[in-house]
């Protein structure tokens, strides 16, 4: 996906450059690599924990809790699955957008 906004093009270029002009960075596309993975680490952690918050309310892991549901499920239950089910989606993309940044960084140097 190639970035087609110059304005965002510009803004991105004028914070890593101040980010490397106080000795944050050494250049701008290590600044750009350590935000992008500073994000994308916080957003795991928010889905790890969510998951977790659902294996703790139901003592068993998704997969279990998908089992235990088959023909019988509250529609609170239904509502949790969905949450829960979305929060490992949106994990495993985090997770696979980080390696393919580090990858890609790593290939570049």
């Not at 996906?1 to 991105?12: E, G, Q, S």
Request: include cysteine; charge should be negative; aromatic fraction near 8%.
């Amino acid at each position: 996906m190639a970035i087609t906004n110059n304005r965002a093009v510009d803004v991105l270029t004028s914070i890593t450059e101040r980010l490397v002009m106080i000795g944050m960075y050494a250049s701008p596309e290590e600044a750009v690599e350590a935000l992008a993975l500073a994000q994308i680490d916080r957003e795991i952690e928010k889905y790890q924990e969510r998951i977790a918050a659902f294996e703790a309310k139901y003592g068993m892991s998704l997969e279990e809790f998908t089992a235990y549901l088959r023909n019988r499920a509250t529609m609170e239950e239904e509502i949790d699955w969905e949450e829960w089910d979305d929060a490992r989606m949106m994990l495993e993309i985090r997770k696979k957008s980080r390696e393919a940044i580090v990858s890609h960084a790593a290939a570049c140097n």
